[in-house]
């Protein structure tokens, strides 16, 4: 990092703190006057003032808002609401911070290492921005930029979220948060390590490779480092973009995704924790689809997706036993039988579309959120049998499933879910899950 880069980042992380703690802070009082001062306050106006803040910083605490929103159960609905508008736009970093980090990453002659490299951003997310560039050999790439000091800013916004978690919890005593902030926290640390990306990339590749109708990039490791991240360019339209398309492309886009997302998980334990609108691309010519950033990828232990499958059959069957030992498989301790019926409410609801055999949408929104009524039920009544602490793996299956089903949503997709779900789970062997696992992890050492 140049001179003026670290004066930057010293000064920028000072700012950083005040315009996190003043934000952060705020929340926390107005929820405190509320609870034990009677102070009313306007939670939908609040909320969009938190978005607002959390959209100008770029950063972790922009992609945990995002995160946070598709659990909803995690957050009131009015935040959860607001926070699903929370995208991953901010305004990209100027050309001379560009050429600062491209040098200090490949060296002074880092443009002669391209044919071509755009001065403009094509993408800006909450860590990083995408340019594009043609190499040498005359290949369309995607160069992934880490925006500088985002180790700090981790640390800075992780210690406000721990802050604002615990706040949250005397206000509302629902959801224990403790393992729910460990999991964000090392995801997120993670998703800063762009060779840890590059072999998870290398590894969905492999994962993926019989699924014809899923593309992953190819990771260019030769000008590839710890916080720059080269990848074949992948054309592709906005998925929102198809809306309006016939049922029969809706249904084959909203399949193509299903598969994208399923086949890793449910053949190696291994899931795409964010499902955010930026993160694929449809084909034009065979709706196929582009699946990009592994930044956040998460390896469960076979036996929770066991557990999984064995709540499945729990909710089938209506057998309480069963479903329990699923959920401790999962995590849960100590569960009495009032929250055991009150978990089954958020399962069966996210389980609905694979439990009824019959061509079906996959949900509806209400309030604008998908499951926001039910989740509101479920926190309600968590509420009243003394709470429930979340298990750290929960997170991104959560999030998976309600990012997913969001997005089935807006494709109006009708589909046979559980033919298609038990055709993937189908011959599933928690020992054979296990060793596939096992070859993967070891292959790509990840």
């Known amino acids: ?198 072999k998870y990339t290398a590894l969905y590749k492999h994962m993926l490779r019989d699924e014809s109708n899923v593309h992953v990039p190819e990771i260019i490791n030769d000008i590839s480092t710890s916080r720059l991240i080269c990848s074949s360019w992948l054309e592709g339209n906005k998925i929102l973009g198809y809306k309006d398309a016939s049922q029969e492309d809706r249904n084959q886009i909203a399949m193509n995704m299903f598969r994208a997302w399923y086949v890793p998980f449910y053949h190696y334990g291994i899931i795409h924790g964010d499902p955010h609108l930026g993160n694929y691309s449809v084909r034009p010519d065979d709706l196929s689809i582009n699946l990009l950033d592994f930044g956040c990828v998460r390896i469960f232990p076979p036996k929770f997706v066991g557990g999984v499958i064995d709540l499945y059959r729990a909710l089938q069957e209506d057998d309480i036993e069963r479903a329990v030992h699923a959920y401790e498989t999962w995590g849960f301790e100590g569960l009495s039988t009032e929250q055991v019926e009150t978990l089954n409410i958020w399962a069966r609801f996210l389980y609905g579309p694979i439990l009824e055999d019959k061509v079906r949408p996959i949900g509806e929104v209400t309030n604008g959120v998908y499951g926001s009524e039910i989740a509101e039920k479920v926190h309600e009544k968590l509420r009243q049998v003394g709470g429930v602490k979340i298990p750290r793996e929960f997170v991104f299956m959560d999030r998976a499933a309600l990012g997913l089903g969001s997005v089935f949503l807006h494709l109006k997709a009708e589909i046979n879910w559980y033919e298609k779900f038990n055709e993937m789970i189908d011959g599933f062997d928690v020992a054979k899950l296990e060793q596939a696992q096992k070859e993967v992890l070891t292959k790509f050492e990840v």
């Not at 002074?108 to 490299?117: G, H, I, K, L, M």
Request: proline letters at 4%.
């Open 1 to 198: 990092m140049s001179n003026e880069d670290e004066q930057s980042s010293i000064g920028g992380r000072i700012a950083r703190y005040g315009r996190v703690s003043t934000t952060m802070a705020g929340l926390g009082a107005r929820l405190i006057g509320e609870k034990y001062l009677g102070i009313e306050i306007k939670r939908e106006e609040h909320a969009a003032q938190l978005t607002q803040a959390l959209g100008n910083l770029k950063g972790p605490l922009m992609k945990v808002g995002q995160i946070l929103s598709t659990i909803p159960e995690a957050l009131p609905a009015e935040y959860a609401q607001t926070f699903q508008q929370l995208q991953s736009n901010a305004p990209p970093m100027g050309w001379p911070f560009v050429k600062r980090r491209m040098k200090a990453e490949l060296g002074n002659d880092w443009q002669d290492r391209f044919a071509s490299f755009d001065k403009e951003a094509a993408a800006a997310a909450s860590l990083g921005q995408v340019h594009k560039a043609i190499t040498l050999d005359g290949k369309n790439i995607a160069c992934k930029l880490q925006y500088p000091d985002m180790q700090s800013a981790i640390e800075a916004d992780l210690k406000q979220l721990k802050l604002i978690f615990s706040i949250y919890e005397r206000y509302d005593k629902a959801i224990k948060t403790g393992d729910v902030h460990a999991e964000l926290a090392e995801r997120l640390k993670e998703e800063l390590d762009y060779k840890l990306e590059a």
